[in-house]
């Protein structure tokens, strides 16, 4: 691909992540692929400059305009580094103004991305095909089988803001926010996140979602709700609920394949209020809050709503600066204080078949002012 000039217009979300990041809600997650070898940082450099041209939504920097951010080609240099331990505020100077940065430890090599360039599932795309390419120069015997990008030529639907294509206008919907149970504890200083990985047998979890009917990402909340009301007798008396944010990929619903933003939260709402609850009784609760979220209608309405405020014509008129504070204090009043807590399904990571033999495991990481369970599988 050649380094033709491009801008895009940052999408619906990335506005947000952008305006409201800082030192203490980075916006960032890392996505990790462990291989069998420690990795060569040479060969690892020379895999990133082969892939990046290919992914044009990546290849870019933020800046401002008047009245919006926007994304233009950035040219620089993208260097490997070696993995921080520490997921802080996106510091994009340091990076030659990229949103992410690739990094290597040991046998992991390390996608950091700030959401405002893409989700979990478009920064996925980007690693396999940066890993797949490490792979080939370390003269590993893989074929890509359709399911790696810079085998592919690239197509404008990778590039394309997807809230924007697939709003209609005809139906809004809001959302009828309540304040959530605050979870107590001490923050850990310097913004630092302390990451408990644990791994199970994919099947058999399968297998105790199936015995109560529930898909994996239901079993897993009601599991993750049950675990908080047993060890918060606290909030067992409180007035304010266990709320549980969700994001759900929406390129199923909407038939999308964009490497940027296209995902929005749904909300799991437990009652305390003195209430007694047990797994099954949470199952129970929980279900028909997911049967009448995960479905294209209600997520229709949900992006109408944002993208209606986004086209309002009153705050399109806004200067970007006055935006970026209203952005600000409307996080700050609202939306840290309408969750308990985050989980979030990457699902499976989808390699060709040869690369199941190079690739032993996967990380992914949020960082964040609240408790976070992240999930990512591979090799069951």
Not at 37 to 60: G, H, M, Y
Not at 118 to 146: H, M, N, P, Q, W
Not at 258 to 273: D, E
Not at 358 to 376: I, P, R
Request: proline residues 3%; aromatic residues 12%.
């Amino acid at each position: 691909m050649d380094n033709h000039e491009y801008w895009m217009k940052i999408d619906n979300a990335g506005k947000v992540f952008h305006a409201v990041s800082n030192n203490s809600r980075s916006s960032t997650f890392r996505l990790s692929m462990y291989v069998n070898e420690d990795v060569d940082k040479s060969t690892l450099q020379t895999a990133l400059n082969i892939v990046l041209p290919r992914f044009e939504s990546f290849k870019v920097k933020i800046k401002n305009g008047l009245f919006w951010n926007y994304f233009t080609t950035n040219n620089n240099p993208c260097l490997i580094e070696l993995e921080s331990s520490h997921i802080g505020q996106y510091a994009m100077k340091k990076s030659n103004q990229y949103c992410f940065r690739v990094m290597y430890y040991g046998k992991r090599i390390t996608l950091e991305t700030f959401h405002a360039i893409s989700d979990g599932t478009g920064a996925g795309e980007f690693l396999k095909s940066i890993v797949y390419e490490y792979l080939k120069l370390r003269g590993k015997s893989i074929e890509s089988e359709g399911k790696i990008l810079i085998d592919k030529p690239s197509n404008l639907h990778e590039n394309s803001d997807s809230f924007l294509i697939s709003s209609d206008q005809t139906n809004k919907k809001g959302d009828n926010e309540i304040l959530a149970y605050s979870l107590p504890g001490d923050l850990y200083p310097n913004n630092w996140s302390s990451f408990v990985k644990a791994s199970v047998d994919l099947e058999k979890i399968k297998a105790l979602a199936k015995e109560k009917d529930c898909t994996l990402t239901m079993y897993i909340t009601a599991l993750y709700l049950y675990s908080l009301y047993i060890s918060e007798p606290d909030a067992r008396g409180s007035k304010k609920p266990f709320i549980l944010s969700i994001p759900v990929n929406l390129r199923k619903y909407f038939n999308s394949n964009t490497l940027r933003n296209f995902s929005l939260f749904i909300k799991v709402v437990l009652p305390l209020n003195g209430k007694t609850w047990d797994l099954d009784s949470i199952i129970e609760e929980i279900r028909p809050q997911f049967n009448e979220q995960l479905n294209k209608d209600f997520l229709q309405r949900r992006i109408n709503y944002y993208v209606a405020f986004e086209k309002n014509f009153a705050i399109r008129m806004l200067p970007l600066f006055i935006k970026n504070l209203a952005f600000k204090l409307i996080y700050f009043l609202q939306s840290n204080r309408i969750t308990t807590t985050y989980i979030s399904n990457l699902g499976s990571v989808n390699l060709p078949s040869s690369m199941y033999n190079e690739v032993k495991d996967v990380d992914f990481v949020n960082a964040g002012e609240k408790l976070y369970m992240t999930m990512a599988s591979i090799n069951n």
